[in-house]
């Protein structure tokens, strides 16, 4: 079993930063990409920021220059760090990550159970 545990989340004022962070935990043999998705009321899941095991990342338009993606594979841990929120930016947050849970298994993916982010005064 794999588990994608967040925290981070809550209220916080236009203007103003957050960081996100997952940990992977259970029974894993490797982690390949891992990222965030998001989900406002009403819309669809979206991708926000990608990052791969070596470090490169991929980022939507909408959160270029403001929210930055980081890794630590020692502690199989995601963040995200989230600044110049907008009320925009409001949604749940999703981690995901595909993992090899065994060095004779497919890669799969796997997701947290989400943390709300608010942006508002």
């Known amino acids: 079993q794999v588990q994608l545990v967040e925290s981070g989340g809550g209220l916080v004022q236009p203007g103003g930063s957050l960081r996100l962070s997952c940990a992977a935990s259970g029974r894993i043999f490797n982690i390949y990409d891992m990222g965030w998705y998001r989900q406002a009321p009403g819309k669809q899941r979206e991708v926000v920021a990608v990052i791969a095991r070596g470090g490169s990342t991929n980022y939507v338009d909408f959160v270029k220059g403001r929210f930055t993606i980081s890794r630590d594979n020692a502690k199989n841990t995601v963040y995200l760090q989230m600044n110049s929120l907008t009320p925009e930016d409001t949604a749940v947050y999703y981690c995901?990550?595909?993992?090899?849970?065994?060095?004779?298994?497919?890669?799969?993916?796997?997701w947290g159970q989400g943390t709300q982010v608010t942006v508002s005064s």
């Open positions: 995901y990550s595909l993992i090899q849970s065994v060095y004779w298994d497919y890669k799969r993916d796997y």
